[in-house]
């Protein structure tokens, strides 16, 4: 089956300006989980969409924002960018089965870029 | 600080030996700990899952071992190949309230395989 699919896959913006994202997971997966992976910090937990609804959150200013569709596909947004928000953006598609813990896939990444 | 902690941060070998890297954490209540390799520039892919019943998974040359008593893990690589050349990433889930997965990320640890 066809596996997790980010686009664009590289993107350069300016500060100031807005981007989103988009993410398809994995046929079937219902939960999709986005990531932030900068040298310095590492990869750090943006959120998570089951069904449509936000389920999980992390530290992240309200700049940072994200949606899910019925068709399980996922965007999110970042308004009013800062040089900071350069960084590599990952999408998950987690496999349900919460009691073993989701086994995620990832997709390759939308390498953002901020001038 | 970090609750999930890997050693070393960097690693040089030869071609075909093996190499062992470090997971320590202080996570709790545990679910789950995983290990990814991610190439430059692309996803995570998961290598092992192992939940608190678990303390050895293989998956090829890879090898996870789990000591939830100390809550230490270690990921031994075989017969190492240059394309082993990656980050390897400890990834530990904690049991939340809403029984989802809460995800800490180790900073991870480059692994590069010299011919």
């Known amino acids: 089956k066809a596996g997790v699919t980010q686009t664009p896959r590289y993107l350069i913006k300016t500060r100031g300006q807005q981007v989103t994202l988009s993410c398809s997971p994995i046929?079937?997966?219902?939960?999709v989980s986005w990531y932030q992976q900068t040298p310095g910090q590492g990869l750090q937990f943006l959120f998570e969409y089951f069904s449509e609804t936000q389920r999980n959150k992390g530290n992240f200013p309200g700049r940072f924002s994200g949606r899910q569709f019925s068709n399980s596909r996922s965007e999110m947004n970042v308004s009013t960018l800062e040089l900071g928000d350069s960084a590599l953006y990952l999408c998950?598609?987690?496999?349900?089965?919460?009691?073993?813990?989701?086994?995620?896939?990832f997709g390759p990444g939308t390498r953002l870029t901020v001038l | 600080k970090n609750q999930v902690e890997q050693s070393p941060q960097s690693l040089i070998i030869l071609e075909g030996k093996n190499c062992t890297l470090q997971c320590n954490y202080t996570v709790s209540p545990f679910s789950n700990l995983r290990w990814y390799k991610q190439d430059t520039g692309r996803g995570p892919v998961s290598l092992t899952i192992m939940t608190f019943s678990e303390n050895t998974k293989s998956n090829g040359r890879y090898t996870a071992t789990l000591d939830a008593d100390t809550k230490q893990s270690s990921l031994h690589i075989t017969a190492s190949q240059l394309s082993d050349s990656a980050s390897y990433i400890c990834v530990v889930s904690a049991r939340s309230r809403n029984n989802n997965n809460d995800m800490r990320f180790g900073a991870g640890t480059r692994l590069t395989v010299k011919p």
């Open positions: 998950a598609s987690n496999a349900p089965g919460v009691s073993l813990g989701n086994e995620q896939f």
């Open positions: 046929s079937g997966h219902r939960s």
